[in-house]
């Protein structure tokens, strides 16, 4: 079969199409025959390398996995990551803080592919009419977010929630996760066109990035949001401080432009703000939020669709920001 796969860290043009002995089940696996991946910024960094950090070389990219099971005949997702399923965090379902945590197309090969092998306890049946592109949008994304908000956070009915990049693939997903569990939101986006995307997706407000802090005094009457939802980073950090009231919960689940931030300990103790860290969530808390999604309650927010030929040009587009929600590549390699 053919993929895509990195055999080293750099620009796009590292992204290399080869061929691969095609996968066979073997006990509790079916196979998947790939027709669309969602791209995450993950895949950028996976790409790119990160200082520090070792990316198991040579490695097919991709996260999020959509295609027919040949074995039950049916369209399928992929859950994006799987601890070893034996750890006392697996078995109390809190598979992301297992130490074989594996996110697909980061520690382990990815969907970038045409076909994949996979155990049946991953898969996730596509909701009635979902088009399978749309699908591709969602796992990682969706799963990010419903362990910030839902499960970190444990944002409640009627608090105020401020989604940094609401534009964002997770950011999108946030906006949804905030409204479902009956919180307002304010979102930050830096352009027009991302504002207005953020209110049609249900916030109550959007801004600039630079406004942030100051729309969310005047929002709440100068009290400050409960919930900060940021996975900025050093650009954004400062500004979400400032924007929540005593008391109130940041939560982050990466740094798109930074990791290292100042952090003044005076104002964290003395308005008692938690600060929370978040990395992906639970197999059984992504089926839960798929749920919501076959229920209309949460909807994709997919950019384009370009073919996994072209996977190079998806990376740009996602480098320069020119997304909205998710971009995502159809599975073209077997044209």
């Not at 969907?111 to 898969?123: N, T």
């Not at 950011?171 to 009956?182: N, S």
């Not at 802090?213 to 005047?218: L, V």
């Not at 990395?279 to 229920?295: F, I, K, S, Y």
Request: hydrophobic share 45%; charged share 20%.
């Amino acid at each position: 079969m053919r993929a895509i796969r990195l055999h080293r860290h750099g620009g796009p043009e590292v992204l290399e199409t080869v061929e691969l002995p095609t996968p066979v089940a073997g006990p509790d696996q079916v196979t998947v025959r790939v027709s669309h991946v969602g791209l995450n910024h993950l895949d950028l960094w996976v790409r790119r390398g990160v200082p520090g950090h070792r990316f198991p070389l040579p490695l097919v990219p991709g996260s999020d996995v959509v295609g027919h099971c040949v074995e039950l005949d049916a369209p399928v997702a992929l859950q994006p990551g799987f601890g070893c399923g034996h750890c006392d965090a697996c078995l109390s379902g809190d598979h992301a803080l297992c130490r074989d945590y594996v996110i697909r197309g980061e520690r382990g090969d990815g969907g970038m592919a045409e076909v994949v092998v996979v155990p049946r306890a991953h898969l996730l049946p596509l909701p009635r009419g979902l088009d399978p592109a749309a699908a591709a949008s969602l796992p990682l994304s969706l799963l990010t977010a419903w362990h910030m908000v839902h499960t970190r956070a444990r944002v409640r009915p009627g608090q105020r929630v401020l989604v940094q990049a609401g534009a964002s693939g997770t950011g999108a997903m946030a906006i949804q996760v905030a409204r479902l569990l009956g919180a307002r939101v304010l979102a930050t986006a830096g352009s027009p066109q991302k504002r207005e995307a953020c209110l049609a997706l249900g916030a109550d407000l959007a801004v600039p990035y630079e406004e942030a802090a100051q729309a969310a005094r005047d929002w709440t009457g100068k009290q400050g949001v409960d919930v900060v939802v940021d996975h900025v980073g050093a650009e954004t950090f400062q500004a979400s401080q400032r924007s929540l009231r005593w008391g109130g919960t940041y939560v982050t689940c990466g740094a798109t432009t930074g990791n290292l931030v100042s952090l003044d300990l005076r104002a964290l103790f003395f308005k008692q703000v938690a600060i929370l860290g978040s990395t992906m969530g639970g197999m059984a808390e992504l089926r839960t939020a798929w749920r919501a999604v076959a229920d209309g309650a949460i909807r994709p927010v997919l950019d384009r669709v370009l073919p996994m030929t072209r996977l190079a040009q998806a990376h740009a587009l996602l480098e320069e920001r020119q997304v909205i929600g998710k971009i995502v590549v159809a599975q073209d390699l077997s044209a």
